[in-house]
């Protein structure tokens, strides 16, 4: 019964338990709310959870009965929550990963015996990074662990970790809510990238060379914009863009393909640059550092393994040198 208690505490916000009342809740019904708030589908509520359809529905019209409220209506594109609903889910989804902390606290949390799926969004770019190093120390350390690695689309990150869709988000600073916990991996520079047989040049480059050629960008906004574009407004200047990309890993093999510069991560640009005979230069232009962070759900805090793994992709990115400037 204590894990019950602590679900309607939560929600309820009762000051007192009243177990007789307690003892006539099915805890599964707040399993099955919180899945059908994430989903907002029937059908694909019941097989995030292992139920048939019939069930589900069975179980919504109890939680209707129980809160005294529709929770969800059907709208053409679906289900929508109601607003009694939108206040339940965040303490639901809080609440329900306090009682598995508390079932699980008494666990001896192994690494190298756990077995646990992690789905991470990120970029290409950190994938390569971060993500070949992870993958090398989970094989060794952790093999029961996997990886489900997501495409990065900042604009639904922080609802995709509210709704359980993802564990973990590695890339640029977010701007969350306070129980969007961050957390900085690494800083890095940009340089420029090139292939100097095509082009004539040897680094530094200067900022008239810069502009004379055109310019490859990445752009996971999918906006032929970027922090170049910034800075060089900012002198009265423009360059000439030739393809905007949101793949990184595309663009060196642009680059060798043609006389053109990209600006890039430095450390990124350095693997590339070794890998594919390019040549890497300062960028002649001031641009400010990037922080590349990880953010979670702040109710994973305390997961062992939550934890865990936080704790390695910190240090990974620690080992991980700063590429030197040509």
């Known amino acids: 019964m204590l894990c019950t208690a602590a679900c309607i505490k939560s929600i309820r916000l009762l000051m007192t338990i009243d177990h007789n009342d307690l003892s006539k809740l099915d805890l599964n019904l707040l399993v099955a709310l919180d899945a059908l708030l994430a989903e907002r589908s029937v059908t694909r509520a019941a097989a995030r959870i292992g139920i048939g359809q019939p069930a589900m529905s069975a179980s919504l019209a109890r939680l209707r009965r129980l809160f005294d409220d529709d929770l969800l209506t059907r709208v053409p594109d679906g289900m929508r929550p109601t607003p009694r609903a939108l206040a339940l ?73 509210d709704t359980d869709r993802i564990d973990l988000a590695i890339g640029l600073s977010f701007e969350g809510q306070l129980h969007h916990k961050q957390r900085l991996l690494y800083r890095d520079s940009y340089v420029c990238l090139f292939d100097a047989r095509q082009v004539g040049l040897t680094p530094p480059i200067s900022l008239e060379d810069y502009l004379r050629f055109p310019h490859i960008l990445t752009s996971l906004r999918e906006t032929a914009h970027g922090v170049v574009d910034d800075a060089l407004a900012k002198l009265g200047l423009k360059r000439t863009l030739a393809v905007t990309t949101p793949r990184f890993l595309v663009v060196p093999f642009l680059v060798r393909s043609a006389p053109v510069i990209t600006t890039m991560h430095a450390r990124l640009a350095h693997d590339f640059a070794g890998a594919l005979g390019l040549t890497v230069s300062p960028v002649p232009v001031l641009l400010d550092d990037v922080a590349i962070s990880m953010v979670w759900h702040a109710s994973y805090d305390d997961d062992p393994a939550h934890r865990w793994l936080r704790q390695v992709l910190v240090r990974l990115a620690e080992e991980t040198p700063p590429a030197a400037i040509a």
């Not at 646990?116 to 994938?127: K, M, V």
């Not at 190093?133 to 604009?155: C, H, W």
């Open 89 to 161: 889910a965040e303490p639901l989804r809080a609440t329900l990963r306090q009682v598995q902390a508390l079932v699980r606290r008494d666990e001896a949390f192994d690494p190298r015996t756990v077995e646990r799926t992690f789905t991470i969004s990120l970029p290409d770019s950190a994938e390569m990074l971060l993500g070949t190093r992870l993958l090398a120390y989970l094989r060794a350390e952790a093999p029961g662990i996997r990886l489900l690695l997501r495409s990065f689309d900042r604009s639904r990150i922080l609802e995709e970790l």
